[in-house]
């Protein structure tokens, strides 16, 4: 996703609820959490995925470690993600290129 500073940006999101699996007393996503803003985005090429929010919780300028507290909170056994797909955004432009 590419933007110029100053432009409107437009955003294909997902909404995604993941219920938490318990493996005694811990909650497993059951996904491996990368990223974050002191994170080099050119170690882990494989996601295409951002998540902007988690429960409600802004995420776009998290480190990992905060981003990895957010997700795993003990107390919680679903987590709401408002996600950027990559895949998404690029099926729909592909398909407003057709009309």
């Keep these: 996703m590419s933007f110029i500073p100053g432009h409107p940006v437009t955003a294909v999101v997902q909404r995604i609820e993941i219920h938490k699996l ?5 909650l497993i996503l059951g996904f491996s959490i990368g990223g974050g803003i002191d994170q080099d985005p050119s170690q882990n090429p494989f996601s295409e995925d951002k998540t902007d929010k988690v429960n409600g ?10 981003a990895r507290k957010k997700l795993t909170k003990k107390n919680e056994d679903v987590v709401r993600l408002l996600v950027t797909r990559k895949s998404l955004e690029n099926a729909v432009r592909q398909s407003m290129m057709q009309h």
Excluded: A, C, K, P
């Excluded at 318990?22 to 811990?26: E, I, K, S």
């Excluded at 919780?57 to 905060?66: C, G, I, K």
């Design 22 to 26: 318990r493996d005694g007393d811990n």
């Design 57 to 66: 919780w802004d995420m776009t300028m998290v480190t990992h470690d905060q």
